[in-house]
Every structure is written in structure tokens, then in C-alpha cells.
């Protein structure tokens, strides 16, 4: 109800806690001011313009930020023994975040939008009304629902986050993650070997009328929403002799249409909306049959 998230060690305060647990050292250096914390975004901002900042996209994917009060949450860096003096100061994701130091590019340049990718995938496909979906299908799968100006907190296993703010008015939405999306595709390459490059598995998937009862569960690091299991592993079912290579490629692609389909089912649980139009980006929305 607070950051809109899972406990799940996918988000940043249990490798902070980790961290700080086993590098004791680390943990006084944090304490005295001497060492700070920021996701990618932050990081690059601080080597650019030498400022310590994020946005409300990016500090939401922390576990440690508050969506309803736009600020990070005393009661949960109590909880996990996380001081607050490392964590950058958090703004809009259009706003001033500074000027690019005048040595690096031989002018000053100013910073004035930070957004996490798939909150910035939303904004980019145009998803500005309540209802509107996007899905990102890239090493993993992001798919969001524009909730309109409420946070709405899931039932079925998804996350809630603040995706812009645009004067003064905050835009949230409903996402879920799928883990191992593209990825399983490049396992098929460089570890299976079963094809040389991933643009073929379309034509491959389509030279067979179906997977012949192959089943593909690719949970290579647990599975994301809507069942955050982090414990899983991967699967391949019902094969036979019958089974042929082409069956598995098949299957894999048919894999993160399943994983996309339990989500956007969950969207339609919790919202009561029916989603009819979704709009794709990502490396893989270039495969026909998977789209």
C-alpha cells in the first residue's frame, strides 16, 4: 500500500539491506555521509551535473519510496536500517535536474526529464487515457495500464506506480513484470543452439501447425507478476518422439504470449476494463507470429 510493490529481492532495499548486512564497514561509510545510493538514472545524473537526484519512476522501484505521499518513507527505512542521507532528492520526471558539466561535452547542458523505461514506454506509445495498455516485449515483458490520477493497488499479483506528473497532476498505473521474455529466445541461441539467429524462430515457428503439446515455462529467475515466485525454475513439458526443434521454438514464443496473456487478464480482474487494442514495442514485437 505504500511503494505500490512486492517484497521481492527484484527491487533495491533487500540488496541494500544485504549489502550492508555483510559489509558492516559499508554501513558506517553510509551512516557518516561518506557513500550514496541511487539507481542507474541517479548515478549517470550525479557523474553528469555532480547532483545527487532521481525522479518518482525511478525512486519507486526501490521498495523504499512512499507513491501516495511522493517521498521516501521513514517507516520503512526504520524497517530495514537504511539511512536516509544516501538516497538522492526525488522530482518530476519533467523538471530542472541540472546542468551537464561544461567539460564533458564543452558546453553546459541542461538535464530536464529523468523516466524509468517502462513508464517512459507508456508516455511514448501515447497511453494518456485510463484503460490505455502497453507491452514492452524486450529481454523481459512490462505491460502498464494507465490508472488515471489514483493509485490503484492490485489484487492479482501486479504493481502500482507513478508513471508522469504533468502540472502538478500525478498519472499512475497498474504493471506487470514478466522475467524472462526475448531472453528465452536468446537461450535458445547461444545455449540451446537449436538456431543461429533470433529473427528465424518466426519462420520456424510458423513451418509447424502447432507445438504438438510442448510447453514451455521459461522461469529461469523465478517468475514475475502474477505470481512472484521467485523459487521456480524453468520447464519444457510434454514432449515425445515426435518432437522436433522447430516444436520447442514454437513453444518458447507461444511462452511469452502466455506470460503476457496472465497479466493482462489480471489488469481486467482489477480494473474491470476489457483491454481491446495493445500497443507493442520492444525487439521482439518484430516477430509476426508472436504479435
Same mark, same amino acid.
Given at each position: 500500500?505504500?511503494?505500490?510493490?512486492?517484497?521481492?529481492?527484484y527491487?533495491?532495499?533487500?540488496?541494500?539491506?544485504?549489502?550492508?548486512?555483510?559489509?558492516p564497514?559499508?554501513? #558506517?561509510? +553510509? #551512516?557518516?555521509?561518506?557513500?550514496?545510493? !541511487?539507481?542507474?538514472?541517479?548515478?549517470?545524473?550525479?557523474?553528469?551535473?555532480?547532483?545527487?537526484?532521481?525522479?518518482y519512476t525511478?525512486?519507486s522501484?526501490?521498495?523504499?519510496?512512499?507513491?501516495?505521499?511522493?517521498s521516501?518513507?521513514k517507516?520503512?527505512?526504520?524497517?530495514?536500517g537504511?539511512? *536516509?542521507?544516501?538516497?538522492? *532528492?526525488?522530482?518530476?520526471?519533467?523538471?530542472?535536474f541540472?546542468?551537464?558539466?561544461?567539460?564533458?561535452?564543452?558546453?553546459?547542458?541542461?538535464?530536464?526529464?529523468?523516466?524509468?523505461?517502462q513508464q517512459?514506454?507508456?508516455?511514448?506509445q501515447?497511453?494518456?487515457?485510463?484503460?490505455?495498455?502497453?507491452?514492452?516485449?524486450?529481454?523481459?515483458?512490462?505491460?502498464?495500464?494507465?490508472?488515471?490520477?489514483s493509485?490503484?493497488?492490485? *489484487? =492479482?499479483?501486479?504493481?502500482?506506480?507513478?508513471?508522469w506528473?504533468?502540472?502538478?497532476?500525478?498519472?499512475?498505473?497498474?504493471?506487470?513484470?514478466?522475467?524472462?521474455?526475448? +531472453?528465452?529466445?536468446?537461450?535458445?541461441?547461444?545455449?540451446?543452439?537449436?538456431i #543461429?539467429t533470433?529473427?528465424?524462430?518466426?519462420?520456424?515457428?510458423?513451418?509447424?501447425?502447432?507445438?504438438?503439446?510442448?510447453?514451455?515455462?521459461?522461469?529461469?529467475?523465478?517468475? !514475475?507478476?502474477?505470481?512472484?515466485?521467485?523459487?521456480?525454475?524453468g520447464?519444457?513439458?510434454?514432449?515425445?518422439?515426435?518432437?522436433?526443434? *522447430?516444436?520447442?521454438? #514454437?513453444?518458447?514464443?507461444?511462452?511469452? +504470449?502466455y506470460?503476457?496473456?496472465?497479466?493482462i487478464?489480471?489488469?481486467?480482474?482489477?480494473t474491470?476494463?476489457?483491454?481491446?487494442?495493445l500497443?507493442?514495442?520492444g525487439?521482439?514485437?518484430?516477430? =509476426?507470429?508472436?504479435?
Amino acid at each position: 500500500k505504500k511503494t505500490g510493490l512486492v517484497i521481492d529481492a527484484y527491487f533495491s532495499a533487500s540488496k541494500l539491506m544485504w549489502i550492508f548486512q555483510h559489509y558492516p564497514d559499508l554501513y #558506517r561509510q +553510509a #551512516r557518516d555521509g561518506k557513500l550514496l545510493f !541511487g539507481t542507474v538514472d541517479s548515478w549517470l545524473l550525479f557523474n553528469l551535473t555532480g547532483k545527487h537526484l532521481t525522479d518518482y519512476t525511478n525512486a519507486s522501484r526501490t521498495m523504499l519510496f512512499n507513491i501516495n505521499t511522493l517521498s521516501w518513507d521513514k517507516e520503512i527505512l526504520t524497517l530495514t536500517g537504511i539511512p *536516509e542521507q544516501i538516497l538522492p *532528492e526525488v522530482l518530476p520526471s519533467s523538471a530542472d535536474f541540472g546542468e551537464i558539466k561544461k567539460e564533458i561535452f564543452g558546453k553546459s547542458i541542461p538535464v530536464l526529464g529523468v523516466a524509468g523505461d517502462q513508464q517512459a514506454a507508456l508516455f511514448g506509445q501515447g497511453c494518456f487515457d485510463q484503460g490505455m495498455v502497453k507491452n514492452t516485449y524486450g529481454t523481459g515483458c512490462f505491460i502498464l495500464m494507465n490508472t488515471g490520477s489514483s493509485p490503484y493497488f492490485s *489484487e =492479482n499479483g501486479l504493481l502500482t506506480t507513478p508513471v508522469w506528473n504533468i502540472n502538478g497532476e500525478i498519472t499512475y498505473a497498474i504493471e506487470g513484470s514478466v522475467f524472462t521474455a526475448g +531472453a528465452v529466445i536468446q537461450w535458445l541461441r547461444d545455449k540451446l543452439k537449436i538456431i #543461429r539467429t533470433v529473427q528465424e524462430t518466426e519462420t520456424i515457428a510458423l513451418s509447424v501447425d502447432d507445438s504438438a503439446g510442448v510447453y514451455f515455462v521459461p522461469a529461469f529467475v523465478g517468475l !514475475g507478476a502474477p505470481h512472484w515466485n521467485m523459487d521456480c525454475r524453468g520447464i519444457i513439458t510434454g514432449l515425445t518422439r515426435g518432437s522436433g526443434f *522447430e516444436h520447442i521454438v #514454437r513453444a518458447s514464443l507461444e511462452s511469452i +504470449a502466455y506470460q503476457s496473456y496472465d497479466v493482462i487478464k489480471s489488469m481486467e480482474k482489477d480494473t474491470g476494463i476489457l483491454v481491446d487494442i495493445l500497443k507493442v514495442d520492444g525487439g521482439a514485437s518484430a516477430n =509476426n507470429f508472436l504479435m
